[in-house]
Nanobody, 117 residues
Framework: QLQLVESGGGLVQAGGSLILSCAAS????????MGWYRQAPGKQREMVAS???????NYADSVKDRFTISRDDAKNTVYLQMNSLKPEDTAVYYCNALDGGLPRNNWGQGTQVTVSS
């Protein structure tokens, strides 16, 4: 079964930056589309960014021009570079594999990002 381990979260001031990493295993990473999601307290989980097996990317409007998703197939890892962070970016961030644009049923533990104003 797919395993996902997110890391890199933390507490940062508004305007700061963080890089999140997600190590995937028990899957053929190089042919899998991947996505980053986040869930803020009291809100539904939402997609932040996705990257196809070919490197094509998509972003939620709220993070465009601030976040960058990338992947390293040799390391089975997907990254999320987050710049110009805002308090509203505070959430638990998760990654997942995508099938037909939808996340698989199993999730990792996520990594907490807290942005102070």
């Amino acid at each position: 079964q797919l395993q996902l381990v997110e890391s890199g979260g933390g507490l940062v001031q508004a305007g700061g930056s963080l890089i999140l990493s997600c190590a995937a295993s028990r899957m053929i990473f190089s042919i899998t589309n991947m996505g980053w999601y986040r869930q803020a307290p009291g809100k539904q989980r939402e997609m932040v960014a996705s990257i196809s097996r070919y490197g094509f990317t998509n972003y939620a409007d709220s993070v465009k021009d601030r976040f960058t998703i990338s992947r390293d197939d040799a390391k089975n890892t997907v990254y999320l570079q987050m710049n110009s962070l805002k308090p509203e970016d505070t959430a638990v961030y998760y990654c997942n594999a995508l099938d037909g644009g939808l996340p698989r049923n199993n999730w990792g533990q996520g990594t907490q990002v807290t942005v102070s104003s």
